[in-house]
Nanobody, 114 residues
Framework: VQLVESGGGLVQPGGSLRLSCAAS????????MSWYRQTPGKERELVAR????????YYADSVKGRFTISRDNAKNTVYLQMNSLKPEDTAVYYC????????WGQGTQVTVSS
């Protein structure tokens, strides 16, 4: 299983970023996919999750209404569209799948700062 995130960077408050996670090594369309984030000294927290078909989604209260998770099963890719970004969204963002075991990507840094 391989998960490769991309799309992080530095953005001003109120700005937008779109994260992508390219997956391989498992049947992508058979598993829910998740995005987590982590800041130094804190536990990794679940940001959003999407079901196998994309019909069901979950969002942490802190990002509800600002972030949108989506997936393209033809491309084996999951996305996280992040709008109205705040400084407190600054973190390393990780793609995750539980496919008989828990797998993580390498993470992508998102920094929200003026």
């Amino acid at each position: 299983v391989q998960l490769v995130e991309s799309g992080g960077g530095l953005v001003q408050p109120g700005g937008s970023l779109r994260l992508s996670c390219a997956a391989s090594g498992f049947t992508f369309s058979s598993y829910s996919m998740s995005w987590y984030r982590q800041t130094p000294g804190k536990e990794r927290e679940l940001v959003a999750r999407i079901g196998r078909t994309g019909a069901t989604t979950y969002y942490a209260d802190s990002v509800k209404g600002r972030f949108t998770i989506s997936r393209d099963n033809a491309k084996n890719t999951v996305y996280l569209q992040m709008n109205s970004l705040k400084p407190e969204d600054t973190a390393v963002y990780y793609c995750n799948v539980f496919a008989r075991d828990n797998y993580w990507g390498q993470g992508t840094q998102v920094t929200v700062s003026s």
